[in-house]
């Protein structure tokens, strides 16, 4: 009987993807919640020993890393259900490139915004405002990237929906705004009313009182 | 209806490299549009806007980006000669080491091309213990994709050239017979197939640019 074990962070987006992605192809699963800021439990550095990082997905046993990768393997492993990837090579190579672009451009380059102060802040400011706005022309005319349902852009763009937008107003910012970015915003609404996706999310209190906590911390270090 | 297949890339572009293999293997005939990074052409700029880098596969007029995303491509587009596994593990497996490869090997392998003494032991040191685990990725098998080539041997494929081309221009070894057996091998044997001998670039210009951009690191230290 197939075996499948989750190890992620309650409120961390990456392993938010591969719950989404799990709960849309309806494979149960057990999660198992490591606290990775403050230790990383046997089982983990066992099963990423390269990273020592979660997401990990753990199969009949045997472990996968990094959530691109891990959702790829759901894709292919549980074909029933939603498809997280087009069928069409050029469509799938097009969702690869801007899983991509999301991962190792718009998250580090968004959260750095949200965490540098001075003038290091206003560069990351203006790099993001780049980076909505290729993503806002992206959309063009669609519900969702993945067109009229949402897919893995849509689910690995998912900290752009709802940790973002909590920790730009925590931070006093107003990177990406309705006004802004209209396509952008009306993508976050949809895109937060799905079910799989509304369920899922980590309580807004307990994220918000989390960040909170870590930008009050980041500030007394810093004097 | 004819394939049209172009490649945009540079002379010496490590990661354009990689699409040229798998072309190769594939057997696909393909045109070469030589870039000059200094001077970017309109059509990159079109069939590139985001990043603006090569290599940019062109097929039938549409861009595919980031060299990766263009194997996966090419390899779900012609399905002769394949070179992801089909099980959905050792997929994961072959894509997480080639992500592995992109984030550790090029800068490590800058950090060796850049410095000298101590630092550059250390620097080797460091890169030996990296290509441990991806040696670790061989077990027993000719090819990371067992008897053949496959897709992680293309994602590593451009090390085999570069490392030789680093180890000449800094007179020491970097991948030794003695500590890294398995890998040493693969290198000869990837080097040896006859579809892949064919596609280096000259490596006299290869020795001459990488040694031009080891300079100004060396000249540095000289003066301090």
């Avoid at chain 2, 049209?4 to 696909?28: C, M, N, Q």
């Avoid at chain 2, 032991?121 to 053949?148: C, H, M, P, S, Y």
């Avoid at chain 2, 496959?150 to 000449?168: H, K, M, P, Q, R």
């Amino acid at each position: 009987m197939a075996e499948v074990k989750l190890f992620g962070n309650w409120g961390s987006p990456f392993s938010g993807r591969i719950e989404f992605a799990l709960k849309l192809k309806g494979v149960e699963y057990e999660f198992i919640d490591e606290d990775i800021y403050n230790y990383k439990s046997p089982l983990l550095l066992k099963y990423n020993p390269v990273h020592k990082k979660i997401p990990v997905l753990v199969h009949n046993g045997k472990p996968i890393c990094e959530s691109l990768v891990i959702l790829e393997y759901i894709d292919e492993t549980w074909e029933k259900g939603p498809s997280l990837l087009p069928k069409d090579p050029y469509e799938r190579a097009l969702v690869r490139f801007w899983t991509k672009f999301l991962d190792e451009k718009c998250v580090p380059t968004l959260w750095k915004t949200c965490w540098s102060i001075g003038e290091e802040q206003e560069k990351a400011k203006e790099e993001s405002t780049e980076l909505l706005k290729i993503l806002e022309g992206t959309l063009s005319d669609k519900k969702f990237f993945g067109g009229d349902s949402i897919g893995m852009v849509d689910i690995v763009a998912n900290f752009i929906s709802y940790w973002f937008i909590i920790l730009q107003e925590l931070a006093g910012l107003q990177v990406l705004t309705k006004e802004k970015f209209p396509k952008l915003g009306a993508w976050i609404d949809d895109y937060l009313n799905c079910n799989i996706i509304k369920e899922n999310l980590p309580p807004k209190d307990k994220l918000t009182a989390y960040f909170r906590a870590r930008f009050e911390a980041a500030a007394a270090a810093a004097k | 209806m004819a394939e049209e297949l172009k490649l945009f890339r540079t002379w010496s572009s490590p990661f354009a490299l990689r699409v040229i293999h798998a072309l190769k293997i594939k057997g696909l005939e393909y045109e070469n549009i030589f870039e000059d990074l200094s001077s970017k052409s309109a059509s990159l700029l079109q069939y590139n806007p985001v990043n603006k880098k090569v290599p940019v596969l062109v097929h039938n007029g549409k861009p595919i980006c980031e060299s990766l995303v263009i194997l996966e491509y090419i390899d779900e587009t012609w399905k002769q000669c394949p070179l992801l596994p089909r099980d959905p593990y050792e997929k994961a497996e072959a894509r997480f080491w080639a992500k592995f490869g992109d984030e550790k090997l090029l800068s490590l392998i800058w950090n060796v091309l850049i410095t000298q003494g101590k630092q550059l032991e250390e620097a080797t040191a460091e890169a030996v213990q990296n290509l441990k685990l991806i040696e670790e990725q061989l077990k027993d098998k000719k090819f990371f994709g067992g008897e053949t080539i496959g897709y992680l041997d293309i994602a590593f494929g451009w090390t085999v050239n570069l490392i030789s081309i680093l180890e000449e221009i800094i007179d020491q070894k970097l991948v030794d017979e003695e500590k890294l057996p398995l890998l040493s091998a693969w290198m000869q044997n990837f080097s040896d197939d006859p579809v892949i001998k064919d596609c280096w670039p000259p490596r006299d210009k290869m020795i001459t640019k990488y040694q031009a951009m080891r300079e100004p690191y060396l000249k540095k230290v000289v003066s301090q």
